[in-house]
């Protein structure tokens, strides 16, 4: 008789309340992108659905042996989702062990998918900024705006000032205001995205991820040495004498 198995279901509460700090998420990160590097993992193509061009799901399964653990997410996105009060990408992550295959938890990913891509990004820019960053250049003033200010904020102390844009003035005033009252650095709201660039060491693109979405930034508008870091699958970025295929993008 087959032994009964049991396993967890963790809501986003439940995820949130483990109180993992910045610190650990961007050490896990790191060891996860140093492991692949390495040719420790096993990550295949992301599988990507889009019924519309405002709606898309994803799927991305990995197997990290080290942990001794394998893990699905599955998850929806899209801009349309403010409007129900939702955040604009949700989903759902499967763990498993990689001993038995069986299921170890069940868990919301909304809250892992925010503070993971800030976590990356803060992890990228570190080992690929050229001088310690003085002028971080922030397109997009949403969510993940302010939590890649959580993790570049304290991953560069050099910060001091802020120019950023977003197509809604509302949120890049929102943005402002609250970055001011958490960090000691300057925020300057831009009316243009090519005014956001001026003078930036580390530019932060963070639109909405559709194919319809307005290419407003271009890579040779990048101050030499600078570094851009891409969230949003290219979607901000139009054609420029540098190209923005990546995550990192140098001039």
């Given at each position: 008789?087959?032994?009964?198995?049991?396993?967890?279901y963790?809501?986003?509460?439940?995820?949130?309340?483990?109180?993992?700090p910045?610190?650990?998420i961007?050490a896990?990160?790191?060891?996860?992108f140093?492991e692949k590097?390495a040719g420790?993992?096993?990550?295949?193509?992301?599988?990507?659905?889009?019924?519309s061009?405002?709606?898309?799901?994803?799927?991305?399964?990995?197997?990290?042996?080290?942990?001794?653990?394998?893990?699905?997410?599955?998850?929806s996105?899209?801009?349309d989702?403010?409007?129900?009060s939702?955040?604009?990408?949700?989903?759902?992550?499967?763990?498993?062990?990689l001993?038995?295959?069986?299921?170890l938890?069940?868990?919301?990913?909304?809250?892992?998918?925010?503070?993971?891509?800030?976590?990356?990004?803060?992890?990228?820019?570190r080992?690929l900024?050229?001088?310690?960053?003085?002028?971080?250049?922030?397109?997009?003033?949403?969510?993940?705006?302010?939590?890649?200010?959580?993790?570049?904020?304290p991953?560069?102390?050099?910060?001091?000032?802020?120019?950023?844009?977003?197509?809604?003035?509302?949120?890049?005033?929102t943005?402002?205001?609250?970055a001011?009252?958490r960090?000691?650095i300057?925020?300057?709201?831009?009316?243009?995205?090519?005014?956001?660039?001026?003078?930036?060491?580390l530019?932060v693109?963070?639109?909405?991820?559709?194919?319809?979405?307005?290419?407003?930034?271009r890579?040779?508008?990048?101050?030499?040495?600078?570094?851009?870091?891409?969230?949003?699958?290219d979607?901000?970025?139009?054609?420029?004498r540098?190209?923005?295929?990546?995550?990192?993008?140098?001039?």
């Amino acid at each position: 008789m087959a032994e009964h198995h049991r396993f967890m279901y963790l809501s986003r509460a439940d995820v949130e309340a483990v109180g993992c700090p910045p610190s650990a998420i961007m050490a896990a990160v790191e060891l996860a992108f140093r492991e692949k590097a390495a040719g420790r993992t096993i990550m295949p193509p992301k599988h990507w659905l889009a019924p519309s061009s405002r709606r898309f799901f994803s799927a991305m399964t990995s197997a990290l042996p080290g942990s001794g653990a394998a893990g699905c997410k599955w998850q929806s996105g899209s801009p349309d989702n403010a409007a129900a009060s939702q955040p604009y990408i949700t989903g759902q992550y499967i763990l498993n062990g990689l001993d038995t295959g069986m299921p170890l938890a069940i868990m919301d990913s909304t809250w892992i998918t925010e503070v993971r891509t800030a976590a990356a990004s803060a992890v990228v820019a570190r080992n690929l900024v050229g001088r310690p960053p003085a002028v971080l250049a922030m397109l997009g003033c949403g969510l993940q705006a302010r939590r890649h200010l959580e993790a570049l904020a304290p991953t560069f102390p050099t910060l001091r000032t802020i120019r950023c844009y977003d197509i809604a003035c509302t949120a890049a005033e929102t943005y402002r205001r609250v970055a001011m009252q958490r960090f000691p650095i300057d925020v300057s709201v831009c009316d243009s995205p090519r005014g956001a660039f001026e003078g930036a060491d580390l530019v932060v693109t963070c639109g909405p991820i559709a194919p319809d979405t307005p290419r407003q930034a271009r890579a040779d508008w990048l101050e030499p040495g600078a570094t851009a870091v891409t969230i949003d699958y290219d979607c901000y970025w139009g054609r420029g004498r540098v190209g923005s295929g990546g995550p990192g993008i140098h001039r």
